[in-house]
């Protein structure tokens, strides 16, 4: 869908100059999705691995995110291997609703109520970041830190668009559950892409 050099937002690696991989195609159907261009895959043209890699080369990083729509609608069997043998770091942004392809340097799952993970992608979550659009969530995130690893970083991440009535919410729970981190869209705040 598209494809740029920016700064990570969110999560464990926010803050880090990352070049985004953007892939078409997505069938989850948040309500509050921000992305709802990147659902059908067919209105995106497809691109030769050669030709993603050479252009994520021009860049200055060695952190690349595959991103969505649900990349995991793709087999990212290629793609991974080709930015590995790059030298590239590899993370990707999943709701694991898919079966895993790919090489990973890290898993960021962030799992959605309109299309539950595939059970198998759970413990392999390097960072669970978990969506906070009302107060309800934080039980069904609780649902799913007991399914990770115990590795895994967790995050609860304020909805944008709920961001001024959730956001309190957040700070309270992580103060009484100190488990969790927050995680803020960062990049919105920066006006980068
Ligand atoms: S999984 Fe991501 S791209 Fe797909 S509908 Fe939800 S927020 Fe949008």
Redesign the pocket.
């Known amino acids: 869908m598209e494809h740029f050099y920016t700064l990570q937002g969110e999560g464990f690696h926010q803050g880090r100059a990352a070049y985004f991989i953007r892939l078409g195609g997505?069938d989850?159907?948040?309500v509050w999705?921000?992305?709802?261009d990147?659902?059908d895959a067919g209105k995106h043209p497809l691109w030769k691995i050669d030709d993603i890699v050479a252009e994520v080369e021009k860049s200055a990083t060695k952190l690349v995110v595959i991103t969505?729509?649900?990349p995991l609608m793709h087999d990212l069997t290629n793609l991974t291997n080709a930015l590995k043998a790059k030298g590239f770091e590899t993370n990707i942004e999943t709701?694991g609703a898919h079966p895993l392809s790919g090489a990973w340097d890290w898993i960021c799952l962030s799992p959605?109520k309109?299309k539950a993970p595939l059970p198998e992608i759970l413990p392999l979550a390097n960072e669970l970041k978990v969506v906070i659009f009302n107060k309800s969530d934080f039980d069904w995130a609780e649902e799913y830190a007991a399914k990770v690893s115990p590795s895994c970083k967790l995050y609860l991440q304020p909805e944008w668009d709920k961001a001024s009535i959730v956001t309190p919410l957040i700070i309270d729970y992580i103060k009484a559950h100190p488990q969790w981190e927050l995680s803020l869209q960062i990049h919105k705040y920066i006006n980068v892409p």
């Open positions: 997505c989850v159907g948040c999705c921000d992305v709802k990147s659902w969505g729509g649900e709701s959605k309109f």
